[in-house]
């Protein structure tokens, strides 16, 4: 599967489905401004299990460390570094 920032979005909000309704938040309703750390959705060791989690789905060895370490936490931000990181082009996300 291409790394498209709606393929990288639908399977993180697909990983967390659980921890997000858990928390009482629908991931139909999750914004790109959604940070996954600060919400409690995920800790850190969360976090790094779930950029394994994306590498492994999308056959990427993504590298995060030019990011913003705040911004890699957030959603969209996220979505579309991996996006670009896999070479495919960054599209809006609604």
């Known amino acids: 599967m291409r790394a498209t920032v709606a393929a990288?979005?639908?399977?993180?909000?697909?990983?967390?489905d659980p921890a997000l309704r858990d928390a009482g938040?629908?991931?139909?309703?999750?914004?790109d401004a959604f940070d996954l750390l600060t919400s409690g959705i995920l800790d850190s060791l969360g976090m790094l299990e779930l950029i394994?989690?994306?590498?492994?789905r999308f056959g990427l060895d993504v590298d995060f460390e030019g990011m913003d370490p705040e911004r890699m936490t957030v959603l969209g931000p996220l979505a579309r570094h991996?996006?670009?990181?896999?070479?495919?082009p960054t599209e809006p996300v609604t």
Not at 8 to 16: C, D, G, M, N, P
Not at 25 to 31: C, E, T, Y
Not at 82 to 88: E, F
């Open 8 to 16: 990288v979005r639908a399977f993180v909000l697909a990983e967390l």
């Open 25 to 31: 938040v629908d991931p139909g309703d999750v914004d």
């Open 82 to 88: 991996v996006a670009d990181a896999s070479g495919s």
């Open 52 to 56: 394994v989690a994306i590498d492994e």
